[in-house]
């Protein structure tokens, strides 16, 4: 059977978990440090994809009414 004892005062508990979850620490930083650089290279492939497309051509300032009728 399962005997308690009583004490009187608060309960204190000490647990070390360094060891244990510091393979757990490494690799959540290697996850979001694998993430921000996975993020930010797309944000520069996509800010150098847009500057190297041809722009189309722009429509002239004076329409010629007649040729679009």
Do not use: C, W
Not at 15 to 25: A, E, G, K, P
Not at 31 to 49: D, N, P, Q, V, W
Request: zero cysteines; proline letters at 3%.
């Amino acid at each position: 059977m399962l005997s308690f004892i009583a004490h009187a005062g608060y309960a204190t508990t000490v647990v070390d978990f360094t060891n244990d979850l510091s393979s757990l620490l490494v690799g959540l930083v290697t996850l979001t440090a694998l993430s921000a650089g996975m993020i930010a290279f797309e944000a520069i492939r996509y800010h150098f994809a847009q500057k190297a497309e041809i722009p189309t051509e722009t429509a002239p300032a004076t329409i010629e009414y007649r040729q679009a009728a």
